[in-house]
T-cell receptor, first 114, second 114 residues
Framework: NAGVMQNPRHLVRRRGQEARLRCSPMKGHSHVYWYRQLPEEGLKFMVYLQKENIIDESGMPKERFSAEFPKEGPSILRIQQVVRGDSAAYFC????????????FGQGTRLTVV | AQSVTQLGSHVSVSEGALVLLRCNYSSSVPPYLFWYVQYPNQGLQLLLKYTSAATLVKGINGFEAEFKKSETSFHLTKPSAHMSDAAEYFCAVSGNFGNEKLTFGTGTRLTIIP
């Protein structure tokens, strides 16, 4: 059973470009969470999705950031018009969504904006 | 609202010595508590979790943590440090309703002195 798969592992974008980060949850998991880790900081919650639904996006910046988890395919975190401050590690976690969830994390995508 | 405070952003211990990493939480509802370990350029791996069963929780790699409600603490310990324990450790809290997002502390970097 493969773990949570994130790609790419490393992504370099110039200011103003779009960044698209992908997350394939573990088999049987229908809940996905995105977190952002800035240098020397802990992880900050961004968004929680179930298939085709955004459940909680309270941690998402109001502009330029969006996320989706379609019925088929991976979850996508999209950052439009990237700026230097978007440089960070973005982690995806997935869970079965039972009462006692255990979220499994991917290895992250490290975004560098130049 | 929930929050986590990890005292000590850097901790150094000698190989074979006791490891103690401190975590205090704040939660308006009965919490679930977690410790995760992150090795360089890797994702997060769950060490152990407290979900309102036994207050002393045993995890992987010889780590354990004790939930103390009166002190709002969930400190992580290991009797004898090993070189392979060098990593970043994160304490996290979530609500107990299931599928709740995790709120992380800022992390403690553990260094093992040979």
């Amino acid at each position: 059973n493969a773990g949570v798969m994130q790609n790419p592992r490393h992504l370099v974008r110039r200011r103003g470009q779009e960044a698209r980060l992908r997350c394939s949850p573990m088999k049987g998991h229908s809940h996905v969470y995105w977190y952002r880790q800035l240098p020397e900081e802990g992880l900050k919650f961004m968004v929680y999705l179930q298939k085709e639904n955004i459940i909680d996006e309270s941690g998402m910046p109001k502009e330029r950031f969006s996320a989706e988890f379609p019925k088929e395919g991976p979850s996508i975190l999209r950052i439009q018009q990237v700026v230097r401050g978007d440089s960070a590690a973005y982690f995806c976690a997935s869970s079965r969504g039972q009462i006692l969830p255990e979220a499994f994390f991917g290895q992250g995508t490290r975004l560098t904006v130049v | 609202a929930q929050s986590v405070t990890q005292l000590g952003s850097h901790v150094s211990v000698s190989e074979g010595a006791l490891v103690l990493l401190r975590c205090n939480y704040s939660s308006s509802v009965p919490p679930y508590l977690f410790w995760y370990v992150q090795y360089p350029n890797q994702g997060l791996q769950l060490l152990l979790k407290y979900t309102s069963a036994a207050t002393l929780v045993k995890g992987i790699n010889g780590f354990e943590a004790e939930f103390k409600k009166s002190e709002t603490s969930f400190h992580l310990t290991k009797p004898s440090a090993h070189m392979s324990d060098a990593a970043e450790y994160f304490c996290a809290v979530s609500g107990n309703f299931g599928n709740e997002k995790l709120t992380f502390g800022t992390g403690t970097r553990l260094t093992i002195i040979p």
